[in-house]
């Protein structure tokens, strides 16, 4: 990078010039090679320690993304290497490789979030005969550890997040929806997605109508997305 030029003289009554503000670096989202490495990074976490999966560190990702206010990395980074206890790795273990792929999926999730627009969610057909719950199912589970961890956004109004949360978590076992009786009444007027294409857009869908809760758009100009507009489809 050249030096910065030096100021031009102005007269003394002139106001000095505002530095200009330093250029955010470009977002490098992930290619399909570098995914694949991602796993196999998660893969060779050391035990006892439990990492995520690739799947459900997306769904994680946008859980944390979803918080009113803004988690600070070391308290979710280590729910990455250790998902429910969130244990320190060895002294021998290097992390900062699998965490530099890591943060950059999470600032590209962060700017599609922050903007309303498309994402595809980290999700991997199993084989011909899997039900669509049973693809998305590690990356809603990734969310739902995300909301245990850091229960703040579950603090928001419980009827605006009914319909997204309903969306997303129809794809749980009911029996670990506990003491949650109205979201569960909600997910019974939900038709299960057609197939897995359905159940990807509507985890997109669904993350977005939350960020509208939790991250509203400070414009008051409508919401940017190119996220299809069909809304869940209910039970006749």
Known sequence: MNPPKPPRRRPAAASPPRAAAPAKAPLQPLDDDEVEQLQALLDEVPKPLEALDVSMLDGYLCGVLLQPKPVQSFRWTRHVLDAEEGRNPPDSYDNRP???????????????????????????????????????????????????????????????????????????????????????????????????????????????????????????????????????????
């Open 98 to 236: 699998l965490l530099a792929l890591v943060k950059r999926r999470y600032a590209e999730l962060n700017q599609a979030i922050a903007e309303r627009q498309w994402f595809d969610p980290l999700v991997f057909e199993l084989d011909e005969d899997a039900e669509p719950s049973e693809v998305v199912l590690p990356w809603v589970a990734g969310f739902a550890l995300a909301t245990e961890l850091f229960p703040e956004l579950m603090k928001e109004d419980a009827a605006d997040l009914l319909e997204p949360l309903a969306s997303l978590f129809m794809h749980l076992d009911p029996d670990d929806l506990e003491d949650a009786d109205d979201l569960l009444e909600e997910i019974e007027t939900l038709e299960p997605p057609a197939d897995v294409a359905e159940a990807v857009e509507s985890l997109v869908r669904s993350t977005l109508l939350l960020a509208d809760i939790t991250r509203p758009l400070k414009s008051t100009e409508p919401s940017p997305r190119r996220v299809p507009a069909g809304a869940a489809r209910r039970r006749r």
